[in-house]
């Protein structure tokens, strides 16, 4: 079965700095989709970035961008210029490439901006 | 509606209660998923349907958890006497796959919190 780690329970970034999230994960197989999901207090669960594991070149979404290493099997999440509205909960997930499957999800990061 | 919708946001329930939840995808959605999210922790996966279809039950933890969507759309989740453990945020989430059904993206609604007293 894939897990997904996130050994950080808790991070803090200062206004218009740089923060990395850090996520692992364990599979067996070699096509499969990694996520970052934002949680804010509202509860809904909102996708920032995605990446395909068969693409080298890691993803970037405006100020959010990965780190992928597939051999490390490593998707840390950078966020640029972090801004008050970046506070939330972040949550690394897994899903298998075959078919319509669900996501596996980390314990999440809670991370939190100071002005 | 532009987004999927879940009701009630908030339920409080006594010990041995039956609920239900509701999701509502978004219109076109034909997967749909339910994911319990306990408190601290992240979501994990209860139950798939595709259209009417309930092809996943894996992850619902026991027979007291029942979920079904009729007419492929609408899924209710329902947990008959509910007990303390029971305790969760329920998220639902719908997507829409394309031709190739690796592409979809599952979008989320804003989730139901159930507290057993």
């Known amino acids: 079965a894939q897990t997904v780690t996130q050994s950080q329970p808790e991070m803090s970034v200062q206004e218009a700095e740089t923060v990395t999230l850090s996520c692992t994960y364990d599979t067996s197989e070699s096509d499969y989709y990694l996520f970052w999901y934002k949680q804010p207090p509202s509860r809904q669960m909102i996708l920032v970035i995605r990446q395909e594991a068969y693409k080298q070149q890691n993803a970037t979404e405006n100020r959010f961008s990965v780190n992928f290493q597939k051999a490390a099997k490593s998707f840390s999440l950078k966020i640029s210029d972090s801004q008050l509205g970046d506070a939330a909960m972040y949550f690394c997930?897994?899903?298998?490439?075959?078919?319509?499957?669900?996501?596996?999800f980390g314990k999440g990061t809670r991370l939190s901006v100071i002005a | 509606g532009a987004g999927v919708s879940q009701s009630p946001r908030y339920k409080v329930a006594k010990r041995g209660q039956d609920v239900a939840l509701r999701c509502d995808p978004i219109?076109?959605?034909?997967?749909l998923f339910w994911y319990q999210q306990a408190l601290g922790q992240g979501p994990e996966f209860l139950t798939y349907?595709?259209?009417?279809?309930?092809?996943?039950k894996s992850g619902l933890p026991s027979d007291r958890f029942f979920a079904e969507r009729p007419e492929g759309s609408v899924s209710t989740l329902k947990i008959q006497r509910t007990q303390q453990e029971d305790s969760a945020v329920y998220l639902c989430a719908s997507s829409r796959p394309f031709q190739d059904a690796s592409t979809d993206t599952q979008y989320f609604g804003p989730g139901t919190r159930l507290t057993v007293l």
């Open positions: 219109s076109g959605h034909v997967s």
């Open positions: 349907f595709q259209n009417e279809a309930q092809l996943d």
């Open positions: 997930a897994y899903r298998r490439w075959a078919g319509n499957t669900p996501l596996v």
